[in-house]
């Protein structure tokens, strides 16, 4: 559970980023996916992250501090087309760099929306997580926009994709940050992992 979770820094680089004395969870995805506002649901805190309707919201590094423990990272989102391919190159190096030199980063929840079909970009990341050895779980956000079985149906898809390339599947939620759900999930698997 989250008792207390406070804004720490915004860092425009790794090297910027608190010491990394406590273990550290990420959210990443593309842009909009809904990042930002799951950290908010999952804190219960309206604004502790900002979020819009406009991709590229969340342009730096931001560390939240959860319980005193661990730390809970907001990170920009990639693939957004709308900035210039030069810009686009910037947010990718901040993003691999933080990933491949945070030495407490435990790991990374990879946000996908659940109303779309497996889409290249995302694959294509996990796949440089795993070459790159970074251990990562899958988030379907969102799940409120879809009725009936359509999300059970869009994660078998998902994972039918998966099974393609890799022989074991990484840990799989469905949430919503509307209906602040799936996070209890997210956080008994923080709960487990985050002593070092
Ligand atoms: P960037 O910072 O731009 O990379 O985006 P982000 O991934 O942080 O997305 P953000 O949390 O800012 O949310 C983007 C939009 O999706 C906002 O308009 C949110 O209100 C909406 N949204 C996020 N999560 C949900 C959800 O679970 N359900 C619904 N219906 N809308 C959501
Ligand atoms: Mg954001």
Redo the contacts with the bound molecule.
Sequence with gaps: MIKTAEFIKSSGKWQDCPDPVLPEYAFI??????????INAMANKKDL?K????????QLINHFLINEEWYLT?L??YG?AKVSKSLRKDFEKLITQYILNRTNLVNLFV?IDIRHSPQQIDLDFMQWCGESGIPFSIVF?????LRGNAAVKNTEEYRKKMEEFWDELPPMYI?????KQGGDEILSFIEKTNQF
């Design positions: 995805g593309r842009s909009n996916v809904g990042k930002s506002s799951l992250a979020t819009s309707q406009t991709p590229g919201k969340t907001d920009p989102g957004y946000l956000t969102k799940a409120d926009k949430t919503s940050a509307e209906k």
